[in-house]
């Protein structure tokens, strides 16, 4: 019978070519953990997060493109993420620079052509954005305040009413100031003055500024053979110091991770004492033993004890006398 043998890595990088070259039969695989959690980084939703881990959990090649596909259909992106192939993080510094080089040369020059047909004035990004934000500015009805130029409005709508000023480009709900793009109370504004929402937008989130992101571009090089060579010496990795201590061995946890083991948070409950009542008197905070109103019963009592002993030693007294 013929055993499978598995190693799986958490992208140590340095571990890949020593495994191959001491077991080279052996299957190589990468923690899902890890890898969830740098995807996490970018799709938090719940739903790719089970699909995730459900391809990972997959059995059957089928069943695992069947899956793949399913993300492709939820998240074009993610699916990207997933199948992008990162050769260059397992190589040397230079080779991995040089990868990084050429994918970033690549991008300019891709998204410098992108959008040469074009021609409105922003982005199809920004302009799906601000057009979503003029299908919601139907529910608000601009007010004009009668200066004159006809720049300032109160808005009125749910759950408030809210201020416009389209000459300084203000907005008291603050969406206008911070995106740099109309808001809905804005875009009800603009739309009641006739003017275009596209010419209030952030000169950062026009054409203009996209075009001049991609004006510059990288200059091609030639091989590693044909470099120059330098004259001193080459860099030398430093050396490597053992930390004092004994060696840890289990691996430094996230912040949402609970902590296991000895380190696990222990919550201690405390007891909440609830205020006493002596039944005797029925007031609260004091007991049998230091009640005043008892104290006084009991000297009473006393006293009464001794005033009937002193009775009872009377009457003989005075029974003895009257026979004399």
């Known amino acids: 019978m013929e055993y499978l043998s598995l190693c799986i890595l958490r992208m140590q990088k340095g571990l890949i070519?020593?495994?191959?070259?001491?077991?080279?039969?052996v299957h190589h695989r990468f923690c899902v953990w890890h890898l969830?959690?740098?995807?996490?980084k970018q799709w938090k939703d719940l739903q790719l997060r089970g699909l995730l881990w459900d391809c990972a959990r997959c059995t059957s090649?089928?069943?695992?493109?069947?899956?793949?596909?399913?993300?492709?259909r939820v998240n074009k992106e993610a699916w990207e993420y997933l199948n992008k192939i990162k050769d260059a993080r397992a190589k040397p510094i230079i080779t991995l620079?040089?990868?990084v080089r050429m994918y970033a040369m690549r991008s300019i020059a891709r998204n410098k052509v992108k959008l040469n047909s074009n021609t409105g004035v922003l982005?199809?990004?920004?302009?799906?954005?601000?057009?979503?934000i003029r299908k919601e500015?139907?529910?608000?009805?601009?007010?004009?305040?009668?200066?004159?130029?006809?720049?300032?409005?109160?808005?009125?709508g749910w759950p408030t009413n809210m201020v416009v000023d389209l000459g300084k480009r203000l907005c008291t709900c603050g969406f206008w100031q911070l995106s740099g793009m109309p808001c809905v109370h804005a875009s009800a504004a603009l739309a009641r003055a006739g003017?275009?929402?596209?010419?209030?937008?952030?000169?950062?989130?026009?054409?203009?500024a996209y075009n001049n992101t991609y004006t510059f571009h990288i200059n091609p090089i030639p091989g590693q053979a044909l470099w120059e060579k330098s004259p001193y010496n080459r860099p030398q990795a430093p050396k490597f110091r053992n930390k004092p201590g004994p060696l840890k061995k289990k691996r430094r946890k996230d912040a949402d991770e609970e902590p296991s083991g000895s380190k696990k948070l222990k919550t201690k409950m405390k007891r909440i004492y609830k205020k006493g009542r002596y039944r005797c008197c029925g007031e609260a905070e004091h007991t049998r033993r230091n009640c005043p109103k008892r104290a006084a019963a009991e000297e009473a009592a006393a006293a009464a004890e001794v005033a009937a002993a002193e009775a009872a030693v009377a009457q003989p007294t005075a029974a003895n006398g009257g026979e004399g």
């Open 17 to 25: 070519n020593a495994v191959k070259e001491v077991f080279p039969d």
């Open 36 to 40: 969830w959690k740098n995807f996490n």
């Open 61 to 72: 090649q089928d069943g695992f493109l069947d899956i793949i596909k399913k993300i492709e």
């Open 97 to 99: 620079l040089e990868e």
């Open 123 to 132: 982005p199809p990004i920004q302009c799906s954005r601000l057009e979503k």
């Open 137 to 156: 500015s139907k529910n608000w009805v601009p007010m004009w305040s009668g200066d004159a130029d006809y720049e300032k409005f109160e808005v009125h």
């Open 195 to 208: 003017k275009r929402p596209e010419d209030y937008c952030h000169q950062w989130l026009t054409m203009e």
